[in-house]
């Protein structure tokens, strides 16, 4: 029993490297790159590379942008927080004027 299956096991990874063998043997030569396809390659990458530094730009521009607004909105909203208290106050003290004068 043992022996069979230490057998087949032998054989079937004998097969498997016959198999090995027929695919590289069968398989399409690979030829070599030729120095206008590296000139081309090599272009292209270039190319890639210049856009990606044109959208990094862009980005942080955009972002530095994107600050600006959010600044300038909340001083906005801040300068109008003043003047809303300023003339709470202002109201308060013609509040106040109006009740003492009609205490007189």
């Known amino acids: 029993?043992?022996?069979?299956?230490?057998?087949?096991?032998?054989?079937?990874?004998?097969?498997?490297?016959?198999?090995?063998?027929?695919?590289?043997?069968?398989?399409?030569?690979i030829k070599p790159i030729s120095k206008?396809?590296?000139?081309?390659?090599?272009?292209?990458?270039?190319?890639?590379?210049?856009?990606?530094?044109r959208l990094r730009t862009e980005y942080t521009r955009d972002l530095d942008h994107h600050h600006k607004e959010l600044k300038m909105s909340k001083d906005l909203l801040e300068e109008q927080m003043?003047?809303?208290k300023a003339d709470r106050t202002k109201m308060q003290q013609q509040f106040m004027e109006v009740m003492g004068n009609l205490k007189r």
């Open 82 to 84: 003043m003047l809303y």
């Open 36 to 53: 206008d396809q590296i000139a081309v390659l090599n272009q292209k990458l270039e190319e890639k590379e210049e856009e990606l530094q």
């Open 1 to 29: 029993g043992n022996l069979s299956s230490s057998e087949k096991s032998r054989d079937e990874l004998s097969r498997k490297i016959e198999t090995l063998k027929r695919r590289l043997e069968n398989r399409p030569n």
